[in-house]
Antibody, heavy 120, light 107 residues
Framework: EVQLVESGGGLVQPGGSLRLSCAAS????????MTWVRQAPGKGLEWVSI????????FYADSVKGRFTISRDNSKNTLFLQMTSLRAEDTAVYYC?????????????WGQGTMVTVSS | DVQLTQSPSSLSASVGDRVTITCQAS??????LNWYQHKPGEGPKALIY???NIETGVPSRFSGSGSGTDFIFTISSLQPEDIATYYC?????????FGQGTKLEIK
């Protein structure tokens, strides 16, 4: 069974940076697109970013474009999200999820999430 | 961007009831819609993919139907463990988008 474990969340000041990680096991990591989805307190799910299986292509929501960078290390079965210029509205639980063969596939497995709080 | 209008936003039902949630897309997304169950403190769980296919291991009381712009998610006989928030998700086009969620409670 696929397991995804996020880490790296915490409290950061506005304008600060944070790097999230997602460790994957139970499937051939390099075969699948991977994505980040977030949920702000009391709100619904919001897609953040996705990366192709090889890492060659990345896509972002307008709300994070230019501030967040998604990447992956297929040799270590790990997905990353580098977040810079953080704002209060980035406060959320961040989930990584396993996609399919392409970036327009559903998300079959999700991690348990890591909380990011942006506050002074 | 494809907008997904999910309704109702909340729902109270009794154990054994049939529960229906709808999701309407702002444009034709063919069959490219998933349904997820999300419980507090957990990651979302995929229940239905490609609008009507049930994920492995998911109880058969869960089902989905529809194509194009109109989709339906059904729980045929509500169980206490089904208390959660349910989301639809379209993956026909980037950016991925989600419905607003339906919070399901036991009456």
């Amino acid at each position: 069974e696929v397991q995804l474990v996020e880490s790296g969340g915490g409290l950061v000041q506005p304008g600060g940076s944070l790097r999230l990680s997602c460790a994957a096991s139970g499937s051939t990591f390099s075969n699948y697109a991977m994505t980040w989805v977030r949920q702000a307190p009391g709100k619904g799910l919001e897609w953040v970013s996705i990366i192709t299986s090889s890492g060659a292509s990345t896509f972002y929501a307008d709300s994070v474009k230019g501030r967040f960078t998604i990447s992956r290390d297929n040799s270590k079965n790990t997905l990353f999200l580098q977040m810079t210029s953080l704002r209060a509205e980035d406060t959320a639980v961040y989930y990584c999820a396993k996609g399919g063969a392409t970036v327009t596939d559903g998300f079959g497995y999700w991690g348990q999430g890591t909380m990011v709080t942006v506050s002074s | 961007d494809v907008q997904l209008t999910q309704s109702p936003s909340s729902l109270s039902a009794s154990v054994g009831d049939r529960v229906t949630i709808t999701c309407q897309a702002s444009q034709d997304i063919s069959k490219y819609l998933n349904w997820y169950q999300h419980k507090p403190g957990e990651g979302p769980k995929a229940l239905i993919y490609d609008a009507s296919n049930i994920e492995t291991g998911v109880p058969s009381r869960f089902s989905g139907s529809g194509s194009g712009t109109d989709f339906i998610f059904t729980i045929s006989s509500l169980q206490p463990e089904d208390i959660a928030t349910y989301y639809c998700h379209q993956y026909d086009n980037l950016p991925h988008t989600f419905g607003q969620g339906t919070k399901l409670e036991i009456k």
